[in-house]
Each structure stands twice: as structure tokens, then as C-alpha cells.
């Protein structure tokens, strides 16, 4: 693997981590509230956190999603990540396959998940664009339970290296979906998907996606912040689109009837925003930058105390909220406000129906 690509990959966990130091602490999942019933609650022992996504059955309803691999540091990265996921049966991805099917050196990084996991739910990740036979290979690579295809429109329009065809990308989705051993999930990377993009990918075949909305990790911004001034002087600064896309939020609440299974990531920052997420219908919600910020501080000795945390907070929410499982969310009332609720009523979606789905 050529010195720019690595220095990439690593940019992109290094400039990720950063942006939690220093981003706003708010988000579209504040926007969100819960109108509380005092008499609606349930025992926290027969609350069941597992999810049906797809043919898979979840024992937790989030799942760590794609962040990287190829280097010599995103490989300790993925091999705490899946020693993390192994202890605790949580599902989870890994970041884009791609420099290994072009760079066979840089396999090691991706294989590395399955020796730590070996029987855990795995998701290999490619970029669309790729062939059918790329996504072969790297389905077989991990040994994948899954394939994430991700779209990154956004991010290849500020990369200086970044395509700027993006016409193929339909036909390419077809194929990877037709020629996938696995169940194909498609999924942003941080710019959400409209209701359009979910009706088209249904007609595509795609039957899950994660529509990973704003709120996040913001790869404009991460590219942006790879540029050097010259970059930026000849044209390659595109911090003007700060804040493009919509959020996993507004995406959810958008869904067509009849599209794709949805999961939600972008934003995720603790167990409320997965319930709200879990409510807004989302199947499961992945989480990025908080796993890898304790990934980061500690290695899987302190990520698997925090999903253990995780998961007796989220049944403690769900129990308050009188939910014995997941799926049953969505039957409680939610009350938007804020740009979340403009998008809404811009959108015709009808808040006073969200406020009111247990009843009077």
C-alpha cells in the first residue's frame, strides 16, 4: 500500500478522534423527547434487548459500526474492536475493504477481526463503485455474515482524490446486491438517506439500510481538515456544505412504507439516543465514535465495560419507558421540536400522530 493511502487511513481515525474532542455537544437527537407516563412502566428482568434484522437475530439493538483498517494501527483498532465485540456479543463492522482487495498486504488489518471473532456477526464494508467480484472478495475476507455498501457522495466532492462520477453508482448497487454471497446493507457515512434514495434502493434489491445520518463524524470536515492551504487555495476547500445531509432523525421519520429495513448510525453519543433512534424505527443503531474514543483510551479492557454499561442503561430506559422489547418503541409518543420538527412539517410528516401513537 502506497505512503498517501496509509497516511489516509490513519488521517481519518486521527481527525475522527479530534472532532469529539471539539465538536458541539448537541445534535438532532436532542430534538427528541418522550412524553413520560408515570403508571406505563415494566419489570427491567423481562425486558429482552434482542432485534430481529433482516434473518439475523441481535442480542443488543446497537452494534459497532465500519470505522477503518489497512494499517498498522487501525489493525490494533480492529483487533481490540473484535475482541470487544467477541466478549460481549455485540455485532459489528469493519471500515472499508477496499485498500485490501487493491493492496494484499494491507489483508492482515481485516483479517485480524475474524481470529479475534470467530463466531460473532461480522459486516465487511466496501465502497459502491466496486465491482461484483470485489464484493465477493471481500465478503470473503472476513468471512462476513454481511456486506456494507457504502455511499460517500459528499465525501468523494471534497476529497482532491475523490471521483466526481457519481452516474454509475445505481448500476453498481445492482450488482453488488445480485452478486453478494450475503445479505447486502446499504448505508451512508454520515450525510443521511432521503426518502427518494430509500424508494430507489428498494427497487434496486437492497432490503436493509442504515441511513447514518449528521450529527456525527463529519467526513466533509475530515477531509477538509486533510488539505493543506494550497489545496484549499486551488479549490479543494469545500467547508462551505458544513452541515449538508439530514440527520439519522429526520431520516427515520421520513422512511417510505414498503423501502428497505432501516438502521440508523450518525450522532449516536450514549444508550437514550439509541432508544430514540429504536423509537423514530430504526431495527438496531450503530455506534462509531464513541466506541472509538474508549478503543482509543483503553483498548477492549475499557470498551467492554462501556457496552456492558450500554446495555443495563438501555434496558433501564426501556423498562421506564414500558417497552419489553425493541420493537415495542414505537408505539410511544414522541414529541420533536427544534430544526428536527421543521424538517417535519417541511416534509409533511405529522408530529401531532408521533405525540400521540399510544393513545390519548
Avoid at 412502566?41 to 465500519?66: H, I, M, Q
Avoid at 428498494?202 to 445520518?213: K, T
Avoid at 467526513?219 to 462551505?240: K, P, V
Avoid at 431495527?283 to 477492549?300: H, P
Wanted: hydrophobic letters at 45%; charged letters at 20%; proline letters at 4%.
Amino acid at each position: 500500500m502506497n505512503s498517501e493511502r496509509a497516511s489516509r487511513k490513519d488521517d481519518h481515525v486521527r481527525l475522527a478522534h479530534e472532532q469529539r474532542g471539539d465538536a458541539p455537544g448537541a445534535n438532532a437527537f436532542d430534538d427528541v423527547e418522550f412524553v413520560h407516563h408515570a403508571l406505563a412502566g415494566v419489570d427491567a428482568s423481562r425486558v429482552d434487548l434482542a432485534v430481529r434484522v433482516g434473518e439475523w437475530r441481535w442480542s443488543t439493538p446497537f452494534y459497532a459500526n465500519g470505522m477503518t483498517g489497512g494499517t498498522e494501527w487501525t489493525t490494533r483498532i480492529n483487533r481490540e474492536l473484535a475482541i470487544a465485540a467477541r466478549e460481549t456479543g455485540m455485532p459489528m463492522a469493519c471500515g472499508s475493504v477496499s485498500v485490501a482487495l487493491d493492496h494484499p498486504e494491507a489483508a492482515r488489518g481485516f483479517a485480524v477481526i475474524r481470529e479475534e471473532n470467530p463466531t460473532g456477526f461480522v459486516m465487511a464494508n466496501l465502497g459502491v463503485g466496486r465491482s461484483a467480484d470485489d464484493a465477493v472478495r471481500a465478503v470473503e475476507l472476513l468471512h462476513a455474515d454481511a456486506l456494507q455498501l457504502h455511499l460517500n457522495a459528499v465525501q468523494e466532492t471534497a476529497m482532491p482524490e475523490g471521483t466526481r462520477d457519481f452516474s454509475c453508482w445505481e448500476a453498481s448497487v445492482e450488482r453488488v446486491v445480485a452478486a453478494s454471497p450475503v445479505p447486502v446493507i446499504v448505508k451512508e457515512v454520515g450525510f443521511g438517506l432521503s426518502r427518494r434514495t430509500l424508494l430507489r434502493l428498494s427497487e434496486l434489491g437492497v432490503r436493509i439500510a442504515d441511513v447514518s445520518g449528521a450529527g456525527g463524524t463529519d467526513f466533509l470536515r475530515i477531509e477538509n481538515a486533510r488539505h493543506d492551504s494550497d489545496a484549499r487555495r486551488s479549490g479543494h476547500d469545500f467547508s462551505m456544505l458544513s452541515g449538508f445531509g439530514q440527520s439519522a432523525l429526520a431520516c427515520l421519520l421520513d422512511a417510505p412504507e414498503g423501502g428497505p429495513a432501516l438502521l440508523a448510525s450518525g450522532g449516536v453519543r450514549n444508550p437514550f439516543d439509541v432508544v430514540k433512534a429504536l423509537a423514530a424505527g430504526a431495527g438496531a443503531v450503530g455506534v462509531a465514535g464513541s466506541f472509538l474514543e474508549a478503543l482509543l483510551d483503553g483498548g477492549a479492557e475499557t470498551l467492554v465495560p462501556l457496552i456492558e454499561r450500554w446495555v443495563a442503561q438501555t434496558t433501564a430506559i426501556l423498562a421506564l419507558l414500558g417497552a419489553a422489547a425493541p420493537a415495542e418503541l414505537t408505539s410511544t409518543d414522541l414529541l420533536v421540536r427544534g430544526r428536527l420538527a421543521e424538517f417535519c412539517r417541511l416534509r409533511g410528516i405529522d408530529l401531532t400522530a408521533l405525540a400521540t401513537r399510544s393513545g390519548p
